[in-house]
């Protein structure tokens, strides 16, 4: 690629992140966009709905910018808990290593890749299709002692990610754990949730339960809930919910209201079909009643245990309970708001074969999604589209349009069919028999990581057939020599990529197109009394998009210094914007409390092997097989670093030790409110299709000041 | 190799045989050979020292295998544990898998591979030196039908051993679990062993201890030990006892009491030195009891706790107990006799460095253990021996000195080196940290096992350097066809080597050699009164020995049947002799309840997929690519029963569930002389290098009836 090709992007791109911010910073202002921008604040009750006008409103202000920046990791905290903190680190932490990447080189390594004049032996024509690989390792002279400056600097920045890997882990443990010291009682603390309960032949699935943990815990036992097959129930639940949905509209619709006086004859007939609608729901209603006063109501072979303190709900989580270890399987209890109901897979044949039914499904989207990335990778070649679409080459032939094509529309294309990604892994997930949203979306942030770094990373560099990348990864002996022949190569591609798909993910996040289109479009029929839905942070699809930025710099930084000021922009904005975001936006739909953390630092140590087997490869392609072989410990020392991680912290966000859960319950001793605590705990685990609804006695209440009116 | 060499090899060694059983049929009953062939029975006193003559004790009688033969596995359990029963039961389980397979081989295999004339086409010459391939797959006409009974033969097989395999750990865990139900109290279910402690500025390692478990465990926390650094007591102690030998051999040798009379310088001279050696021992004693007493034993930071139940113990285990994951790491508490006092390394960072550093020396010896095994290969080939030294060239024209040389010296040789493998590995395993006799030894099995199968199994079929071997290893995907090369190429080797390194292993497992040896040379200066020496069952020399048979019958039996009745009669004779070891000779050391049994299954899961991948290169070296790609579910298929094996049966073997411990303190519950055991643990764990030593008291009480002689 050539540089002109790189400005034209960065320039549509720093357009359209200009245009962004001027667009958000004036709409943010427009009571109508509240629900969209704010719609925390809105619930909170902080932020009111002002219909005065006044001229302010239309002129862009940057105070969000500077509200965003003064916000401290305290007020983070309480705003989104420890999971949005975590976040939030995860970009100060790319932040801090990429500028000391940057600071290495751009000042060291850029002038050391600029001095060779490997480039300059070859075709000149081809060298100026190809001036950015001036800026790269590519223009280093072959066994130049030059190449012991990219060595040492592959040395010192992996140990300057290592050192602050270390104490990043470090702190969040100490967070996490604190934390937990300074928490309410919580039920989750005190319960733990059982699978795969045995049938016994007398009694029901509670009684069994009952028996079974009153024998083993007999002095922290408390009672227990058993969970029930609602499958039934909650479809009509969610149908009576649709139904007093359009009832309520009809009854409020603006544009009905005013030919109330018209028509007779229309409102008669809006009458007709809103009692219709009522009838539906009363005898739905009744239905779901009879459903769930019914004795015969399935009991599913789960239940939620409860303990009389934290301690006692951990060493029952912790023993094998039954002798045949599939049954009385135990687990911690998610948080109440974080249960997952709809997917209570509850023996353990059927949750270990769905486990790896959709190990083996999500193997085969990863692999089979190269199709249409393939053929992405066929539009950034402009002779091939030349053919394929000849009508085209007239437009083609324009020098702007050409630059477009090659620099922005490829990433662009990629991105959205990226968007479908994040939602189809939470899909599988979901499925897979994790019993909380909060695990169903760190399962689905694992699995969109690999999927970004197989089918971008690896489909980019190998671009061909799926055959021909599994050969690759096949092959570990000649991973290194490929990888070292493809990583440069497309440098360019990649430092486009930071462009197109960090920036402009990053700053649409802030504009929120996709929600503001939807609210543009629903406005005229929804009511201002509707209750504001929040949205919950997506982390399942920011995490990996900024892992994955993190990994091209990582990989990159040794072969291309160039794209560490682009990256260092695009964390510069997602530092800020992210901020705005969980001030303005998102509320926590659950508090894994920091257990996301571990996902960065497995990415961050692969980024580090991988960045390392490229070396090797470099190192050996640039006949300074000295260095190639000096590398080798490197990724030996790295592991070994990970593992000494693994042990040192990973069982801190397993679970809490011995001693603080100790420190917790004695401080509950002298907490006169436990005993209702432990009363109350029963009702905190209710299924919500359970729960008594009362749709049809509202859109009662609702009726009375109707008829009257009528 | 041609059928004569086989014949010869398989002659010498049922001679062999034969002369062993005959042998030990005879000297086991003389006297003077009890120590070596029944020192069990000499222990237990069931056995009396008979010093009449009768002629029986001359002639040969097969007595003792009907005495092994009817030992049931209710009285196998008594004399040597659970351990004991779990090797029989891996004899018995290859016993059934291999007749099975056997006849499979035989009746269909066997024939359909003489039927066909694939090497017919061979040059005659060739043929004829290579008869005995006719009875192998390599005599299939490549192409042929034919190789769908080889194909249905491998599912039918692999599907036969994994049903016994489940039902075999099935067995196992059932016999593990009331094995604990029938138990005794045991100190070491009622103990955990704490390491990593940290050291308070304040105070002992063992108010540390006391405090913190007091904090955490208040209902249930008994008491603990503190282990102490006794590496210089301990050598004191070795050398007192040393003396002590000494000085007792020279009071009762028979040589000198014959002189007593006769010279009295001479016997002046003895009792001098006598005396010289008793002032010796009573100074190192005197010093021991000073180092024994002394306040400033140094305390190691790891101690033993103890609980009050079973339950409690097992808590404690199985939490996390501190808020830093390296500190107070939990094991559970090896059985009394059974802990390994040497070594006690007791810091989490000390512990993992020497084991990642063992790891490396023995993956290090593994690989360049190689050199002399090819030395040993090149002794097969004759030609070649002839051109290293060709002044054997006359001796090696004998046709019978030529057959011993490629039939049996090979393996002989290699037999030799790998004797010395089992204690190397042990001596490794028992510097890597762990804590017990029987870890040391479970973890020396799976070392040999590994050890053996690179260096016998890889290094034969891929006779060469070590690059070439890991050259292999490291191309997954060109394995199978490799693999289908070499396999079928070697399988007279092995064929050999079952009937020389099987047979003869086991028989002079009988005979006893060593032992038998030494006892003949040291006879003359041991007492009849010392105390006999019972040796323990060397689990981690045995259990790889019949493994790695396991695997060469598994991985040959359809491309070589004829291997298959060699096996079988290994296995029969190796079921006898080991029983009756068993009875006359070892003693159980320490009792693991079964902790072996998953190396085995690991093993045959292992020899199972090795199988399989043989089975794709097979057939698909044979043109049969259909078959070679319906055979890749196979692997698959096992692995995923691996993996449910994993989840059903090994937690019961890593620890005892909730419901198995309850119920055993429950019991406790009305036993009255629990509260003298809970008196008594304290006691249990006592490094022997700090109990009272009273030797030279005992050569006082020997000196007297001396002096009144003199």
Redesign the interface.
């Known amino acids: 690629m050539i540089v002109s090709a790189l400005l034209t992007s960065v320039g549509i791109n720093t357009a359209l992140c200009v245009l962004f911010f001027t667009l958000y910073s004036v709409l943010r202002k427009q009571p109508s966009n509240y629900e969209v921008y704010s719609p925390r604040l809105l619930a909170e009750g902080t932020s009111k709905r002002r219909s005065r006008f006044n001229l302010e409103r239309l002129i862009p202000s940057p105070g969000w910018v500077a509200k965003a920046w003064r916000l401290s990791e305290e007020e983070l905290l309480s705003l989104s808990g420890l999971d949005g903190v975590v976040f939030m680190r995860m970009i100060t932490f790319s932040l801090k290593i990429f500028t000391f990447a940057g600071i290495v080189g751009i000042l060291v390594l850029l002038p050391v890749n600029c001095w060779g004049n490997q480039l300059k032996d070859i075709d000149v024509a081809d060298f100026a299709n190809n001036s950015l690989d001036v800026f790269t390792i590519s223009n280093v002279n072959s066994g130049s002692h030059w190449l012991w400056v990219h060595f040492s600097a592959v040395y010192i920045v992996t140990g300057f990610i290592c050192i602050l890997l270390f104490y990043e882990y470090k702190y969040i443990s100490s967070r996490r754990?604190s934390y937990f010291y300074s928490s309410e009682p919580q039920p989750h603390h005190f319960t733990i949730l059982v699978l795969s309960i045995p049938r016994s032949s007398s009694g029901s699935i509670s009684d069994n339960v009952e028996s079974f943990f009153k024998?083993?815990y007999p002095s922290t036992y408390l009672s227990n809930v058993v969970i029930h097959r609602t499958r039934k129930i909650r479809s009509l639940v969610n149908e009576a919910k649709k139904l007093y949905k359009r009832v309520t509209q009809l009854r409020s619709d603006p544009t009905q209201q005013k030919n109330e006086h018209g028509g007779l004859l229309r409102n008669f007939g809006r009458k007709n079909s809103i009692e219709h609608y009522e009838k539906k729901l009363e005898d739905i209603e009744e239905n779901v009643r009879l459903k769930q006063s019914e004795a015969s109501l399935a009991e599913a072979r789960a239940a939620f245990v409860f303990f009389k303190s934290r301690f006692g709900a951990?060493?029952?989580f912790?023993?094998?309970?039954?002798?045949?270890?599939?049954q009385w399987i135990t687990e911690f209890a998610p948080e109440p708001r974080d249960v997952y109901w709809p997917f209570f897979s509850e023996s353990?044949m059927r949750r270990?074969i769905s486990k790896?039914v959709i190990v083996v499904v999500c193997t085969l989207y990863t692999i089979t999604f190269l199709i249409p990335v393939v053929i992405v990778q066929g539009l950034t070649n402009l002779s091939q589209l030349e053919i394929l679409f000849p009508f085209l080459t007239s437009i083609l032939s324009i020098k702007f349009v050409s630059q477009i094509v090659t620099g922005y529309l490829p990433s662009l294309i990629l991105q959205l069919f990226l968007k479908l990604v994040p939602p189809v892994m939470e899909f599988l997930s979901s499925i897979q028999g994790y019993i909380s949203h909060s695990d169903i979306e760190k399962s689905a942030c694992n699995k969109v990581l690999w999927f970004t770094i197989w089918n971008v990373f690896f489909a980019t560099l190998f671009s061909g057939s799926i055959l021909s990348m599994l050969?690759v990864i096949?092959?570990?002996?000649g991973l290194p020599g490929k990888l070292a022949v493809a990583v440069p190569a497309q440098a360019s591609f990649f430092i486009t990529y930071v462009v197109t798909s960090g920036w402009t993910s990053v700053s649409s996040e802030l504009f929120l197109i996709i929600p503001f289109i939807i609210n543009l479009i629903t406005r005229p029929f929804t009511s201002s009394d509707d209750k504001v839905e929040v949205p919950s942070f997506p982390y399942h699809r920011d995490i990996p998009r900024v892992l994955f930025l993190g990994l091209l710099g990582i990989t990159y930084f040794f072969l291309a210094p160039l794209i560490l000021p682009f990256l260092l922009i695009y964390f510069c904005l997602a530092y800020i914007i992210y901020r705005n975001q969980f001030i303005n936006v998102y509320a926590p739909r659950y508090e894994t409390a920091g257990k996301f953390w571990p996902v960065v630092h497995n990415s961050m140590i692969f980024s580090l092997v991988l960045m390392h087997i490229i070396a090797v490869g470099i190192f050996a392609a640039k006949k300074l097989s000295l260095a190639s072989t000096l590398i080798i410990p490197l990724p030996v020392l790295t592991l070994?670093f990970n593992e000494?991680c693994r042990?040192?912290?990973?069982?801190?966000f397993v679970?809490?030790?011995?001693?603080?859960l100790?420190k917790k319950d004695r401080e509950d001793e002298n907490d006169t409110t436990i005993a209702e605590f432990h009363d109350n705990l029963v009702n905190a685990y209710k299924d919500p299709s359970l729960l008594p609804i009362r749709h049809s006695s509202n859109t009662e209440g609702l009726r009375s000041p109707l008829i009257s009116q009528a």
């Open positions: 754990i024998e083993l951990a060493t029952a912790h023993m094998q309970q039954s002798v045949n270890p599939t353990f270990w790896l050969s096949l092959d570990p002996k070994l000494y042990k040192r912290f990973l069982p801190i679970a809490y030790s011995a001693e603080s100790i």
